[in-house]
């Protein structure tokens, strides 16, 4: 089945958000950074704006920024409403309430916005899906991607996420991924079998504790070094 604008619903986070989620330092963000899955995210253009280098790949990047405005103001209210109705699922400490949230990532999705058109010409947005990406061996010093991977663990299989992490490290030395719940704020159900698999394949594998907490339980990060069998 193809990937139809229908069945996403566009939710992007901040740069701020990104830095606290995978633990940013100022070195991380000086090399060459790949966002896996960045979506409506305002990571890229606030890092772009500053000076960094990072690329981003998902498949909403085949639609225009109309198509992907239209998109996010159809699924705006129903995310809100479904936030509200499971507020106990989230800690209301660094973002307020469900109006601030609200402000926050419409904030985010309209600088992501006003930035498409012209990080679609720089190629800082790049069509594109898991487990297959159009990239170079160690192209990028770095690859994040967040509230994709384990979010979905319903919907994608372990496979899915096996062949996804090892395209990742192909691509990047350093792989990080947040958060390890699934949808329900729940513990993913593919984590211990997958974590044992991929140390057994040679990863270098840890899961570190982040100051970004928003989904309850959602501070832990995945980062990923690539297999040594492979170097
Ligand atoms: C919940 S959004 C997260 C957006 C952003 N990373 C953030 O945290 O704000 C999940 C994103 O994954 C993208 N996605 C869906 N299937 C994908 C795939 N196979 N490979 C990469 N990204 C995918 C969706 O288009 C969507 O933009």
Redo the contacts with the bound molecule.
Sequence with gaps: MG?SLDN??????SYD??VG?FSLTTDDLAGRIL???????S?NCTLSRRGGSVLS????YSFSTGEIRHRIEVTFHEVMKQVRENQDEFLWTSIGSPEVLATTRMS?MNDFLADYDKGCDEKRYVH????SLPFDDNQFDLAL????LF?YSEQLNLEFHLA?IRELCRVAADVRLFPLLELGAKRSRHLDILTSRLRKEGYGLEINSVDYEFQRGGNKMMKITSSPLKR
Excluded: K, N, Q
């Design positions: 990937f996403v619903v566009p939710w992007g986070r958000e990104y989620m966002g896996c899955g960045d979506g409506p995210a990571f790949i998902d498949p909403l985010a594109g899906e898991l487990p991607s967040s509230h994709f979010l996804s």
